[in-house]
Nanobody
């Protein structure tokens, strides 16, 4: 599956953005989808995950309550709604997919995923 991320931009602290990750070639049914982010000084870190078939979600503590991961009814586009943005949220955001998952597992490592989209830059000004 090919993934295309979009929606990044410049926003003031306290504002919001919605990132999109569109899949081409197939639906994402049965996949586990993740959003990660990376800055020049940090390793890529997990942000949010979604089991597409079951609908389970999981969030990093740093974004819990502020970010929401979801998928459209066609199961081809995954979203990351980011509210109450902080300067610390500034990063390049990546979406990722793995083609199967266990309902009782969490997938928070880069190596858990097989497919990656290109990054989209989010800049939060103070």
């Amino acid at each position: 599956v090919q993934l295309q991320a979009s929606g990044g931009g410049l926003v003031q602290a306290g504002g919001y953005l919605r990132l999109s990750c569109a899949a081409s070639g197939r639906t994402l049914s049965g996949y586990y989808m993740g959003w990660f982010r990376q800055t020049p000084t940090k390793e890529r870190e997990f942000v949010a995950g979604l089991g597409v078939s079951g609908g389970s979600t999981y969030y990093a503590d740093s974004v819990k309550g502020r970010f929401t991961i979801s998928i459209d009814n066609a199961r081809t586009t995954v979203y990351l709604r980011m509210n109450s943005l902080k300067p610390d949220d500034t990063a390049v955001y990546y979406c990722a997919a793995r083609p199967y998952y266990r309902y009782d597992a969490m997938y928070v490592k880069e190596t858990d995923y097989d497919y990656w989209g290109q990054g989209t830059l989010v800049t939060v000004s103070s």
